[in-house]
Nanobody, 119 residues
Framework: QVQLVESGGGLVQSGGSLRLSCAAS????????MGWYRQAPGKQRESVAI???????NYVDSVKGRFTISRDNAKNTVYLQMNSLKPEDTAVYYC?????????????WGQGTQVTVSS
């Protein structure tokens, strides 16, 4: 089992910045990638940024150049630095951990944190 606790959401004006944090605990040895997803009202959840254990990152096109995902292995924490925020970034942001034990993959999710960008 992996537990994920997010923090750092809030209300910010267009053009502003926020940093989200996701602290992992439990069976963290089983994690091979972590990421951030978001879901806006009436829309499907989408992948925003992913970082693997090897440090490889991937971003959805709409956030490239504005968002940066990083990890602090000593703190078992993943961050999402969000700059130049736009109203369309408004959503609930969820932390995700991809794990595998043996041949069994399992996804874990945080509780979500609201990000609201005002115009």
């Amino acid at each position: 089992q992996v537990q994920l606790v997010e923090s750092g959401g809030g209300l910010v004006q267009s053009g502003g910045s926020l940093r989200l944090s996701c602290a992992a605990s439990g069976s963290i040895f089983s994690i091979y990638a972590m990421g951030w997803y978001r879901q806006a009202p009436g829309k499907q959840r989408e992948s925003v940024a992913i970082i693997t254990n090897g440090g490889t990152t991937n971003y959805v096109d709409s956030v490239k150049g504005r968002f940066t995902i990083s990890r602090d292995n000593a703190k078992n924490t993943v961050y999402l630095q969000m700059n130049s925020l736009k109203p369309e970034d408004t959503a609930v942001y969820y932390c995700n951990a991809n794990t595998i034990v043996g041949i069994t993959p399992t996804d874990y999710w945080g509780q979500g944190t609201q990000v609201t960008v005002s115009s």
